[in-house]
């Protein structure tokens, strides 16, 4: 080193000894992320898009036997995806190449059912292609979900099937541009075609397909892709797949401990993997498109509390489009989508604390002051000093502030630390905690909490108990506008109707005669009888400004009083037609059916059963017959409703009838009692 360098270097760090006080950063409370968790935590929310056979035969899990031929979108335009993805501000997009019904999006040469083998594009298409292609041109990253379980090959369960499943991560990592994500998703086993031998086969995934070399694989050509299931995976699923994470969301988590079904919602203080939580849910019920869940596109205040729940709840979202049979995502998909980007938007545009300095309790030095919580660098962090494991930020507002949100984020960094904090707002010098009825547990990468508008002079965090020195590099305060809220609709087994919605000060208006609900409407003020069939509609509305919200609708059939339980005889088996997804009849030990009768014979076209809408409920048919005055006339799978406990809808040719036998032919969790939360039928007259 020459006498100038020499000089400059003993000048730089006397200048560094008198503005900084060379305090070293606080030692990183283990487990930390690696870079790559890092920067995809920081993607928060991204798409999901589920296409492929089952989009054109109404499948949600395709049998494995549904012809090739039936893949025909007719004005299929990936761009289109891109595009309305964009404008939801999600980040990336991640397609199933191939669902558990085994059907390639990609002419993979490993197997002949793929999309050469369809009328697309006389053979020649390659929806991997079409994608990653779009995602390049528009800016998105692009991510793949393969699935394990493939319900139409025929080595599936056998020692075959590794090398083909290999074989394709091969081909879709080698062609097909940077990945951020590669899904393999939990689904596992059962029955399939398998090659047409109609069987149940089972496989132990820890050891049957190979995990630990495949994310070699693909981490050798995608070091930054996170891997999503299997035994080796960088993040975790939520565990349920309604999109959210619970108020303790820990990323830290150890898949070889013991653990309840539901720990993933909430993470592990203690846990040893830095595992973050990833939110999955669909737009709409189901995962593929139907064309009868066209009214029920989750509404923008639903989406909205769901980014609450999982962003805001230090994980990320990843929400999924049904591309429909056109091969476009469907407009009112994609204009809910783009609201609720919009939404979220402006709840969360104007930061009060931008450029108000704070003041801590306590601060590890000058390189870690509170100032480095409203400042904008993201790695620049208000710090404790060794051993100070709890303290307060203190934030100066204008008199009479209002505000409902907060948002505060850890520098992850060196880990999680936070495990309990308080909000309190001063007014008039007297103190008290915001009104919330969240659980002020973790923080972690971001936690925004929502409470009942206040007026505030001053905002105060209190972190009372956390794992490390605290290192919290971001807060912010909002004053989000009021969001009126879908009203939900119940009907109870005295035929009652009752409409309840959560917006802050809203009313409710509605209907009973099919038209939309204005201001004007009848108000909702306590429950009315519905003892026939009807339509109620209602919207939750701001009297003030004259707004209305999402119009909430339900159809409701026969009413309770029409339904008798004749097998079992039990009382409890009115809670089927209650109203109320949450209370739920077991069937007795041992009994897989219900007999019903109705109250007059009706032309009957389907059914409708809910499923236990309690978290973790047990008990889901999962395999169903249904017999009208001794007749079969309909029987199937349930699919997916361990995971997607959603109200499954049943049509079939009408009959004539009274009688009504519900069979459960296989429950999810086989050792359980057949849970029916709510059963009706579907008639033409
Ligand atoms: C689950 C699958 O069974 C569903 O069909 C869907 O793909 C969901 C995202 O993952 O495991």
New binding site residues.
């Given amino acids: 080193m020459n006498t100038t360098n020499l000089l400059t270097v003993t000048l730089l760090a006397s200048l560094f000894c008198a503005c900084g006080d060379n305090v070293p950063p606080p030692e990183p409370v283990m487990p930390v992320p690696t870079p790559e968790q890092v920067a995809w935590q920081k993607m928060e929310n991204y798409a999901f898009v589920?296409f492929g056979l089952n989009t054109f035969n109404d499948l949600?899990?395709g049998y494995g036997d549904t012809p090739a031929e039936t893949f025909n979108p007719t004005n299929l335009d990936c761009e289109q995806w891109v595009r309305v993805i964009k404008a939801a501000g999600l980040k990336g997009v991640i397609l199933?190449a191939k669902?558990?019904d085994g059907f390639c999006l990609w002419p993979t040469k490993t197997v002949d059912y793929n999309i050469s083998k369809s009328p697309y594009k006389d053979g020649k298409g390659d929806m991997v292609r079409e994608l990653s292609d779009a995602c390049k041109k528009h800016g998105l990253k692009f991510g793949l979900y393969l699935s394990p379980w493939d319900r139409h090959n025929a080595e599936y369960g056998r020692e075959g099937y590794q090398k083909v499943y290999h074989e394709q991560i091969n081909e879709l990592i080698s062609n097909y541009g940077p990945l951020f994500e590669f899904w393999f998703?939990?689904?596992n086993g059962g029955n399939g075609w398998y090659g047409g031998a109609n069987e149940t086969r089972s496989i132990d995934p820890k050891s049957y397909y190979g995990y630990e070399k495949a994310r070699e694989m693909i981490k050798a050509k995608h070091p930054d892709a996170m891997i999503f299931g299997g035994t080796v995976p960088d993040i975790r699923w939520i565990g349920n797949?309604s999109g959210w994470a619970g108020e303790t969301n820990w990323s830290p988590y150890s898949y070889d401990r013991e653990a309840k079904y539901n720990q993933a919602q909430w993470g592990m203080k203690d846990g040893d993997k830095w595992l973050p939580g990833e939110c999955?849910v669909s737009i709409r019920p189901g995962?593929f498109y139907h064309h009868r869940e066209d009214h029920q596109v989750r509404t923008v205040p639903n989406l909205v509390d769901l980014y609450y729940r999982s962003v805001g709840h230090n994980a990320n979202f990843l929400l999924n489009f049904p591309v429909a049979l056109s091969g476009q995502i469907h407009p009112t998909d994609s204009a809910r989508a783009v609201e609720w980007y919009h939404t979220i938007q402006a709840e969360l545009k104007d930061n009060l604390l931008a450029g108000v300095k704070p003041k801590a309790s306590d601060t590890r030095g000058s390189n870690y002051k509170a100032v480095n919580v409203t400042d904008d660098s993201w790695d620049s962090y208000w710090a404790t000093p060794d051993g100070v494991t709890t303290g307060t930020l203190t934030f100066p507002l204008p008199a009479g502030t209002q505000l409902n949100r907060v948002m505060i984020q850890e520098y992850i960094p060196l880990g999680q630390r936070v495990c309990a904090f308080a909000i309190e707002v001063e007014k008039e010098g007297v103190w008290s905690p915001v009104e919330t009825s969240d659980t002020l547990s973790t923080v972690g990468y971001k936690r925004i909490v929502r409470f009942k508008t206040t007026q505030a002079d001053a905002l105060r965090i209190s972190f009372t108990e956390a794992k490390g020195p605290l290192c919290i590099n971001n807060v912010e305060a909002f004053l989000a506008p009021p969001l009126l809220e879908q009203p939900a609709i119940v009907r109870n087994a005295k035929n009652e109707v009752r409409i309840a919605v959560e917006s802050e000060g809203a009313e409710i208006r509605y209907t009973t005669d099919g038209t939309e609900p204005t201001i004007s409407s009848t108000s909702y003020t306590e429950p009315f009888v519905l003892a026939g069939k009807g339509t109620v509609k209602a919207v939750s509305c701001d009297v003030a400004s004259g707004k209305v919200g999402p119009v909430a609708t339900r159809r409701f059939d026969l009413p309770a009083s029409d339904y008798r339980v004749v097998d079992p005889k039990d009382e409890k088996a009115a809670l089927m037609f209650d109203g109320n997804g949450y209370t739920t009849y077991y069937l007795p030990d041992g009994k897989r059916a219900v007999t019903i009768e109705l109250s007059a014979p009706h032309t009957i076209s389907g059914f409708i059963y809910t499923p236990n809408q309690g978290r973790d409920a047990q008990g889901h048919i999962a395999n169903y017959r249904l017999l009208i005055d001794g007749k079969e006339v309909a029987s199937g799978e349930f699919s997916?409703i361990k995971?997607n406990p959603i109200e499954q809808e049943i049509r079939f040719t009408p009959v004539k009838g009274k009688k009504i036998v519900l069979q459960a032919t296989r429950v999810v969790d086989e050792m359980k009692h057949v849970g029916i939360a709510e059963f009706s039928v579907i008639t033409e007259d």
Avoid: K, P, V
Wanted: glycine residues 8%; aromatic residues 14%.
């Fill in positions: 589920h949600e899990w199933t669902h558990h998703d939990g689904a797949e999955d995962w997916n995971n």
